[in-house]
């Protein structure tokens, strides 16, 4: 149980179509927005990964955002893990 303050990671990887609709862009700017820091990037094999750090409601509606991600994405599937907290300190496109 996630106590007031506390720090959750979660790793994303979201099929289908994803790249070249500016999910990683509009991802980036609504992660910011909502507090969250991390990472995303585009994978070789047509997917994009992501991972979101921060406090837990700000992260679930991170995963929740990929499940439908920008207006011309086409989002198939998404795989979530939970990971350890690494003190991510802002939100990149990798």
Do not use: K, L, Y
């Amino acid at each position: 149980m996630c106590e007031a303050g506390c720090v959750v990671r979660r790793a994303v990887v979201v099929s289908g179509r994803v790249q070249g609709v500016f999910f990683r862009a509009s991802c980036q700017d609504e992660a910011r927005s909502t507090g969250v820091s991390g990472w995303i990037s585009n994978e070789p094999d047509g997917t994009v990964r992501a991972v979101f750090e921060g406090e837990p409601e700000a992260v679930d509606r991170m995963v929740a955002w990929c499940r439908h991600g920008p207006p011309h994405a086409v989002v198939e599937n998404v795989t979530v893990t939970d990971e350890e907290p690494r003190g991510e300190s802002d939100f990149q496109t990798r």
